[in-house]
């Protein structure tokens, strides 16, 4: 009995170790099958939310060893901080309502890396209490990252679509009709979103086509090339809302579709173009039209010299053809040689344009003298180009040198007419003063003898002799002065520092306006012509100061500054607009002129109620002859 006891015994526990040997096994191969999922299986308490087992996949997603997960609080402390109280409250409501359960957040591995998983979760109750939580957490980070970038393609691409300056829509060929429309196109169709996708694009198209095409017929054959993989571009007249036509630039092209034909337009409005290339053309030609009838010549170069294009008149001027002038270039119509050239070439760089005088080159190899003007521009095309306008210029320098020779033959007879007064006048005065004074001095003479030797009585007698005696000194004095107007002694005498003081003290008893003179602090030597011009220049001022300036005074420096000799006279007159009268005046011209005689400088600054100045500056060193002062 016994023994049979112990055979049971044993039998049993035989049985017990190959059950538990069964079981050890099992668990080792669902371990090993849960260690082989993509995916961390795991096994936690339903009221802590501790981790009771982790997949070894925990260690590889996560870089947290196994032991570490099932610490406890590791599953809320590790959650991402923005996704820790949603995923906390989520799982809590789902688990005390018994409901199994899938959610997605985010983790932070060992390494800092953010993991996005999407945990599937499942209850285990027995005897209708809740035993256990079971899940698996897939690393779903890659899809969330493809959904990221998905996302922000489709955002990129709808900013796009919508910020297009161009309407784009897209045409599904069967329905007849628009099944997407940017928010450009309903701007363009003075349509609402709804409204334009009800339609298509014969809806919104005249009945014809500018060139008399049927618009049905045309669009026919353009949608069939899109059809066929091509991308046609194509100018069209659509119409918007209000029937308002306006000529657009359209691009089809055929998008990828398993079931659908689907065709995306790119339109763009050029009514502005349009008017844009009438402008140009109409601009294009005016200009060709003032290109070919200028009577300038008109030349059109490249930066390296090339001349591109030359209208007529340039042909004539030049006595070329356009080839031939084209062949040439522009360094084949100067000349080298001219001076002004180079810096003619500066000036347009620095500032874009010039004007000038140049010397260019006739094709019989002749030079003449030319006023060109040039500008440098970019074409439509982006391109720097240079405009030379060339006008010949030889017979206005014929006539400005018969002019300038006509002028100066006027000067030398002026000059000499004014010598040959100077000499009248100094004759005159010497004749006056020599041969009448010293008559009218002997009759004075003789008049005071008649009125010693005779006696008489007669009161008549007398008072005759004496008034007689008066009018001889009367005359003798008309003489003098008449002489000293004339050309005063003075100056031929002593000279011009002299005659200068003599007259301001005869004009200051005369009319009354104080005078000052600095004169010279040594001798300076004059030719005769200077000396008498500038006397006369003065005389002429202290006329005008005492007619036209109502002035208190009147100051006078002649004085050597630098190799010149500069006569200033200045008073404190009313004044004058020196801008108007200098050139209506006869006295003011006068003195211009006497002082371009002697080769001086003559200038006049007056303004209303500020007085005026007059200056006359000789160089010294120019004087052919020379007299003291």
Known sequence: MGASIEKIISEFERQLEDKIAEAITAREKYHSLINAIDGIVWEADPETFQFTFVSQQAERMLGYPCSAWEEKGFWESHLHPDDRAFAVDFCVRQTRSRRPHEFEYRMIAADGRIVWLRDIVSLEVEQEKLTRLKGIMIDITRSKEAEAVLRESEERYRVLVENAPEALVVFDLEQKRFVSVSESATKLFRMSREDLMQVGPLDLSPEFQPDGTPSAVHA????????????????????????????CEVWLVRLPSPDKILIRGSIIDITERKKAEANLRESEAKFRAFFESSLDGILLTAPDGSVLMANPAACQIFGMSEQQICARGRNGLVDPADSKLFPWL??????????????????????????????????????ERTSIIIRDITERKKFEKQLQDSYREIRELTEYLQNIREYERRHIAREIHDELGQQLTALKMDVSWLANKIISEDHQVRAKLENLANMLDNTV???????????????????????????????????????????????????????????????????????????????????????????????????????????????????????????????????????TLVEVTVPLEKQPESTYL
């Open 220 to 247: 026919q054959r353009i949608v069939q090339e899109a059809i066929n993989w091509q991308k046609p571009i194509f100018e069209w007249i659509h119409q918007d809302a209000e029937g308002n036509e306006f000529p």
């Open 346 to 383: 500066q000036e347009r760089r620095r500032h874009g344009q010039v004007k000038g005088e140049l010397k260019l080159l006739r094709g019989d190899g002749s030079f003449f003298p030319a006023e060109v003007s040039s500008s440098i521009f970019t074409d439509a095309r982006g391109e």
């Open 477 to 611: 004095k008309t003489v003098r002065r008449i002489s000293s107007e004339l050309r005063p002694s003075l100056l031929d005498d002593l000279g011009l520092v002299a005659a200068i003081d003599w007259h301001l003290h005869e004009f200051e008893r005369k009319f009354g306006i104080r005078t000052a003179f600095r004169e010279p602090k040594q001798d300076i030597q004059l030719s005769e012509n200077v000396k008498t011009g500038l006397f006369r220049i003065f005389q002429e001022s202290l006329t005008n100061v005492a007619r036209h300036a109502e002035a208190k005074r009147v100051n006078v420096t002649l004085k050597e500054n630098k190799g010149e000799l500069c006569l200033t006279i200045r008073d404190d007159g009313r004044g004058f607009d020196a801008e108007t009268q200098n050139h209506k005046t006869l006295g003011l011209l006068g003195m211009k002129e006497r002082t371009s005689m002697i080769g001086g400088n003559y200038r006049i600054k007056s303004h209303i109620g500020k007085g």
